[in-house]
């Protein structure tokens, strides 16, 4: 069964630098992820994929392009290993459109509560969190959020965009 995932794609040249800063520090993780906010977490799916296409379309289509705004570090620790950079702007309507995926063929439970962020450290020893979150706390950029993707996990690629989704 494929395991998919839906997100937001962080545009150049901030994708570049942020999965750059995750290989240097030696995140396991950065190899085969690009830089995004999350709609929809790793998931296996059964099934053809033309179903999740076609909400994934209607989900799209009821919502309007949006600004994000991406400012300072933040943690998910104790509970899981992660440091992220966080959304000063664009978190309700980032909101929105997970609530808007996330139904019909991909009603998925949550682990946790949804948190829009960009991942930039994970699965990583505390001084190296520590490290991350200082080293990044000054990191900034904005952008227009005018589509999402579908990816595709790969084993050997890892994931990779599939279909881009236009907000309308």
Same mark, same amino acid.
């Given at each position: 069964?494929? *395991?998919? +995932?839906?997100?937001?794609?962080?545009?150049?040249?901030?994708?570049?630098?942020?999965?750059?800063?995750?290989?240097?520090?030696?995140?396991?993780?950065?190899?085969?992820?690009?830089?995004?906010?999350?709609?929809?977490?790793?998931?296996?799916?059964? +099934?053809?994929?033309?179903?999740?296409?076609?909400?994934?379309?209607?989900?799209?289509?009821?919502?309007?392009?949006?600004? *994000?705004?991406?400012?300072?570090?933040?943690?998910?620790?104790? *509970?899981?290993?992660?440091?992220?950079? +966080?959304?000063?702007?664009?978190?309700?309507?980032?909101?929105?459109?997970?609530?808007?995926?996330?139904?019909?063929?991909?009603?998925?439970?949550?682990?946790?509560?949804?948190?829009?962020?960009?991942?930039?450290?994970?699965?990583?020893?505390?001084?190296?969190?520590?490290?991350?979150?200082?080293?990044?706390?000054?990191?900034?950029?904005?952008?227009?959020?005018?589509?999402?993707?579908?990816?595709?996990?790969?084993?050997?690629? +890892?994931?990779?965009?599939?279909?881009?989704?236009?907000?309308?």
């Amino acid at each position: 069964m494929p *395991v998919i +995932g839906v997100a937001i794609a962080i545009p150049e040249p901030w994708a570049a630098e942020l999965v750059d800063y995750r290989h240097r520090i030696g995140d396991p993780t950065a190899q085969g992820v690009p830089s995004h906010i999350t709609l929809i977490p790793p998931t296996e799916v059964s +099934g053809a994929l033309a179903e999740i296409e076609a909400h994934l379309v209607g989900a799209a289509s009821g919502v309007a392009p949006f600004r *994000v705004h991406l400012r300072g570090t933040g943690t998910f620790r104790p *509970v899981s290993p992660v440091v992220f950079v +966080g959304l000063a702007e664009g978190i309700s309507q980032c909101e929105q459109l997970a609530d808007a995926v996330r139904r019909g063929p991909l009603a998925v439970d949550l682990e946790y509560p949804y948190h829009p962020h960009v991942t930039v450290a994970h699965h990583l020893d505390d001084p190296t969190l520590d490290r991350a979150f200082d080293d990044l706390a000054g990191f900034e950029c904005a952008f227009d959020v005018t589509d999402f993707h579908l990816y595709v996990h790969h084993e050997q690629e +890892g994931w990779r965009s599939t279909r881009t989704f236009p907000l309308s």
